[in-house]
Structures are given as structure tokens and as C-alpha cells.
Nanobody, 124 residues
Framework: QVQLVESGGGLVQAGGSLSLSCAAS????????IGWFRQAPGKEREFVAG????????NYADSVKGRFTISRDNAKNTVYLQMNSLKPEDTAVYYC?????????????????WGQGTQVTVSS
């Protein structure tokens, strides 16, 4: 069992930056694939970024590639999402999720445990 708690959301102007954190409980954190997803009002939840167990590489949605960076610190049971050059269309509730490494990093169905989400609002 893994419990996830996101933090770091808030209100920022377009072009600004925010850093989200996802703190996890459980001794097996390092064995999980971790993903960040987001859901804007009236839209379906979508993949933002994901990172493998070792943290050596990340995958990104095209819409955030080059602006967002995902990283993890397994010693601290924490995953981070650094968001730069934010745009109003990045406004959403951001969720982190943990899943089996046998699944695809891109799909919600691969993730078993979810946090409660943190709101990110980007003003124009």
C-alpha cells in the first residue's frame, strides 16, 4: 500500500514557475513507477510526466516537453515536478500516482495509487 500527498500548487502568472512535490508513505516506494497527471475543468484527466524506478529517465506529454521536469528522490520517498514557462492552459488539478513497473508509463490504468491532487492556476 502506498499513500501519496501532493503539495506545491498555487496561483502563478503566465511565464512563471512552480515546483510540485509528491510525498509517499511505504517502504516500497522505490519499486513503483510514478506519474503526474492533470485534469482541467470539463476535461478528461491526462498524462503529464512519468518516471521509472531508478529515476534515470522521464517521459513527458508533448504539451509540457521542454518546460516540465520530473525527478525522484527514493531516499526521501518523494517525486518532484518542476514546471517552468507556465501557460494558462496548464491550469488544472495535478495528481501524482504510483503503479507497477510492468505497466505502461503513459496510461492511467497502469497506476494503482493516487494522491488527492493539488490545484495549479496560471493567470494570463
Amino acid at each position: 500500500q502506498v499513500q501519496l500527498v501532493e503539495s506545491g500548487g498555487g496561483l502563478v502568472q503566465a511565464g512563471g514557475s512552480l515546483s510540485l512535490s509528491c510525498a509517499a508513505s511505504g517502504r516500497t516506494f522505490s519499486s513503483y513507477l510514478i506519474g503526474w497527471f492533470r485534469q482541467a475543468p470539463g476535461k478528461e484527466r491526462e498524462f503529464v510526466a512519468g518516471i521509472i524506478r531508478s529515476g534515470s529517465s522521464g517521459n513527458y506529454a508533448d504539451s509540457v516537453k521542454g518546460r516540465f521536469t520530473i525527478s525522484r528522490d527514493n531516499a526521501k520517498n518523494t517525486v518532484y515536478l518542476q514546471m517552468n514557462s507556465l501557460k494558462p492552459e496548464d491550469t488544472a488539478v495535478y495528481y501524482c500516482a504510483a503503479g507497477s513497473t510492468s505497466g505502461s508509463i503513459w496510461y492511467e490504468s497502469s497506476y494503482k495509487f493516487w494522491g488527492q491532487g493539488t490545484q495549479v492556476t496560471v493567470s494570463s
